[in-house]
């Protein structure tokens, strides 16, 4: 009888990582790298260094060229931030976009607190 009850669990038990794997294994899409890349795309183009932001945040500040600061403005921003940075915290910026420049071929730079 143990025996029994022994392969009876052991058989609900094999059937069911089968039944688990086979069901992430139909419900799992692979990724489309082309589309993945499109809807990426918007967000950023690159990551820069110091001395790309450097070369295009002058004083007097270009036309063309916007600092955005998206930490949060009392918390960080209010505290110290980069001159000439506007703050478009990332909470807010569905709000805020009136701020962004006209111009849409502008270069914009983004700037953190980034990973701790």
């Known amino acids: 009888m143990r025996k029994l009850k022994q ?7 094999l059937s069911l990582v089968l039944a688990v794997n086979f069901g992430w294994a139909q419900t ?6 082309a589309k993945a890349a499109e809807a990426q795309d918007w967000k950023f183009h690159d990551i820069v260094d110091v001395e790309f ?3 295009h945040v002058t004083i ?12 949060p403005k009392r918390a960080k921003y209010d505290k ?3 001159p000439m940075a506007v703050s478009i915290p ?14 849409k071929n502008a270069l914009l730079i983004y700037y953190c607190q980034g990973l701790k």
């Open 53 to 55: 932001v450097m070369q």
């Open 90 to 103: 990332h909470t807010q910026f569905d709000k805020m976009v009136a701020k962004l420049p006209k111009n």
């Open 7 to 13: 392969a009876v669990t052991l058989t609900i038990f």
């Open 28 to 33: 799992q899409k692979p990724a489309e790298p």
């Open 60 to 71: 007097p500040q270009q036309e063309d060229v916007m600092l955005i600061d998206s930490r």
């Open 80 to 82: 110290g931030h980069i």
